[in-house]
């Protein structure tokens, strides 16, 4: 009996020191990388990676930080994008964990190049996600990793790392996932549109200096995994009427060449079809949107003003489809409409997926924007997030 008290006393006074975490290793003990550039030169494939100081990011939560949040980036080369990761643990001096990377940015070279050979070493690995932003951009990755947004805050509270919070005040370019390019990329006859990133140096001051952000500047069209084309922002004004999810976007109505009008378009709904027409391929587009008053210049009544905004969005269409089949880039990924609704159609001109479809036309565009307000005293509902 005295044996069974002094064992059942032994056990209680272990329990406490057996029931600590004793694998559990403190947050600056790893490096977290939270973006990561590719790059390829000169044969090479060139990774870069953005480091945070996640106990500094801890510290935010409570207040703002009284200095510039620090931002570490670095970069290493290789035959293969494995080789390129794996050197970058050469000077990491402590364990790096990849389970953290929000965005991932591809250099134009590395679009050029074809992004298959980068996610296929990426993607493998069992610490990263496929939720992960993707972009493009023409700038030094370097530089892009090192802007910081307002207020000394982290990056993470930046585009690169929360595109969906701008897309919801100006649906302009819609940002994109990892799992959806992935999925893109499989689909016949899609072009994958990804968002570029720019560092703008204009816009705003701080203390008189120039003060750098980041800003969406334009498009990479790109099919399967091979760069197109990259398009600026002003050129694809048509693109953002036909994004699919919650939108809300600023259109200026004009007459004559001059502004009469401003209105915020929202929950926008774009259909295509192809039209059942004999000869090259023509497809039927329908918009329909619900549109409030920001601003009114001259009043001319809420229905010229739903007739202005439907003349607008279509010449807008009108404009992207031309650019786009100039360019040999079919923005709106018909050729993949024609392969969802006329299969048969589609194979027999792209001999059946091996060459791209080139001579398509628009045939309708019908656009119906209702204005259900003036935009005054009124709150506005918050969308549900679908990314």
Known sequence: MKRWLRMTF???SLAPVLSGCWDMKSIQFSNYITALGFDFRDGHYVVYGQVLDFSNIAKQEGGKMSAVAPVWSGHEEGETINTALTNL????????YWGHINAIVFTEAALVKGMGDFFDGLTRFGE?????WVFGTKEPLDKLFSVTP???????????????DIYRQDSYIRPIRLYKVLAQQKE??????????HINTNTWKREGEPDPKLELDG???LHQDKLGKWIAKSQVSGLRWLQKGPTSSHLTLKKNGRPIAVITVEHVKGHIKPANKPGAPRFNIT???????????????????????????RAAIEQTVLLGKKDGVDLLSLEHTL???AFAQWSKLTANGKKRLSDYALDTIEVNVKIIDSGMLRDKEEPKREY
Do not use: C, W
């Open 287 to 313: 918009i329909k949107g619900k549109a409030r008053i920001s601003e009114v210049i001259q009043e001319l009544g809420v229905a010229a003003f739903q007739e202005e905004a439907a003349k607008d969005i």
């Open 150 to 164: 307002f207020f000394n805050l982290s990056p993470l509270a930046s585009i690169l790392h929360q595109p969906e």
């Open 128 to 132: 990263t996600r496929l939720t992960q």
């Open 10 to 12: 032994l056990l209680i």
């Open 188 to 197: 016949p006859g899609y072009t994958i549109l990804l968002p570029s990133l």
């Open 339 to 341: 392969y969802h609704d």
């Open 89 to 96: 643990y050469k000077t990491s001096q402590q364990r790096i």
């Open 219 to 221: 498009i990479f069209a």
